[in-house]
């Protein structure tokens, strides 16, 4: 059973920084890949990045290229989201997603994820 425990989130201006954490309790095929992904009211939820846990390969939405990082800490796996350059409409919850890979890539979909944490609030005031 794969757990994905979320820290990070919280309230800050616009232009400011914020960093998101999701540590996993196995490093097997299934977190092979993990990424995040954010959901705002009324709104589907949609990527925001994910990474390879494995090669490194990482992919981002393109609203938030620039300002967001995904990086990894192998041995564990736990993902981080630093989240630079914050706006107003980056305003959501974040969720933490892993999956199996499948001839070294990782999907881009929600649906493709099994494995989801808890989701943590990320709310950016102009």
């Known amino acids: 059973q794969v757990q994905l425990v979320e820290s990070g989130g919280g309230s800050v201006q616009a232009g400011g920084s914020l960093r998101l954490s999701c540590a996993a309790n196995t490093r097997t095929h299934p977190t092979s890949c993990m990424g995040w992904f954010r959901q705002a009211p009324g709104k589907e939820r949609e990527r925001v990045a994910i990474?390879?846990?494995?090669?490194?390969?990482?992919d981002y939405a393109d609203s938030v290229k620039g300002r967001f990082t995904i990086l990894t800490d192998i041995p564990k796996p736990t993902v981080y989201l630093q989240m630079n350059g914050l706006k107003p409409e980056d305003t959501a919850t974040y969720f933490c997603?892993?999956?199996?890979?499948?001839?070294?890539?990782?999907?881009?979909?929600?649906?493709?994820?099994?494995?989801w944490g808890q989701g943590t609030q990320v709310t950016v005031s102009s």
């Open positions: 997603a892993a999956t199996g890979s499948s001839g070294g890539r990782c999907p881009e979909a929600a649906r493709d994820y099994g494995h």
């Open positions: 990474v390879h846990t494995y090669n490194g390969a990482s």
